[in-house]
């Protein structure tokens, strides 16, 4: 990746505001790419109500660039112990109101040990990217929901059925927001180090998947050649 493409994109985005659908996506990210001034850059434009995670805020903020929607959103990051390795969940009282509602996306630096090797400090830039930029799309469809909605979205979560149609959509919404080269990044990553073929998430670990809910990577990659944006980066 070539840097002043990046940051010319980042600038066109802050112009755009929160009108903007989808950032033009990039092959694969690395650390090494984004000088102190590129990280200022994005910091000013996309830290305004935001706790970055120690450790990753620049993974955090280009996540974030993808999300202009979520520009004035107030998102506070965790890293701490949890059995789930990243979790997003709405807080306060502003959860009655789509227009001021607050999330905590939570990251684990310690957890039950056959997840430990797939914690996000394990995994490459790139596939951080991917996986925050994941639980960002969480909130972009939190943010466009009721009340109800939301309520209703908890009480379903009993369902396994619809965990698995939950999660697969927020794939989709990840990559509709150009950050499907990430996401696959993580996708790939994941089941290769578990070695595993299918991933259902921390609690179905080596379990047979009847449905697929996160994305496995020939589904990345079959929805992405179906976007514009995205030819000739599978």
């Known amino acids: 990746m070539k840097r002043a493409p990046f940051i010319i994109a980042v600038i066109a985005v802050c112009i755009a505001g929160s009108s903007a659908v989808a950032q033009q996506p990039v092959k694969a990210f690395k650390h090494s790419d984004f000088t102190a001034a590129d990280s200022l850059a994005l910091l000013r434009a996309y830290s305004h109500n935001k706790q970055l995670p120690p450790g990753f805020q620049l993974q955090a903020l280009v996540a974030l660039s993808y999300f202009p929607e979520l520009k ?3 998102i506070r990051f965790m890293v701490k112990h949890a059995y789930s390795l990243l979790q997003t ?7 009655f109101n789509r227009h001021t509602r607050q999330f905590t996306i939570t990251i684990s630096d310690s957890t039950y040990w056959k997840l430990a090797t797939i914690q996000l400090d394990n995994m490459n830039f790139n596939a951080q990217v991917g996986v925050i930029g994941h639980e960002l799309s969480h909130v972009s469809d939190f943010i466009r929901r009721s009340f109800i909605d939301l309520a209703m979205s908890g009480v ?3 369902s396994s059925k619809y965990i698995d149609g939950f999660e697969y959509r927020t794939d989709s919404i990840c990559i509709a927001h150009g950050l499907g080269c990430q996401l696959l990044a993580w996708s790939r990553f994941v089941r290769a180090t578990l070695h595993t073929g299918d991933y259902d998430g921390a609690d179905n670990i080596n379990k047979p998947m009847l449905h697929e809910r996160y994305m496995n ?3 990345i990659i079959a929805h992405m050649k179906k976007m514009e944006i995205y030819k000739g980066m599978e």
């Open 72 to 74: 004035n959103t107030h």
């Open 89 to 95: 969940r709405p807080i306060g009282r502003g959860i």
């Open 156 to 158: 379903k979560h009993i």
């Open 217 to 219: 990577p020939a589904t």
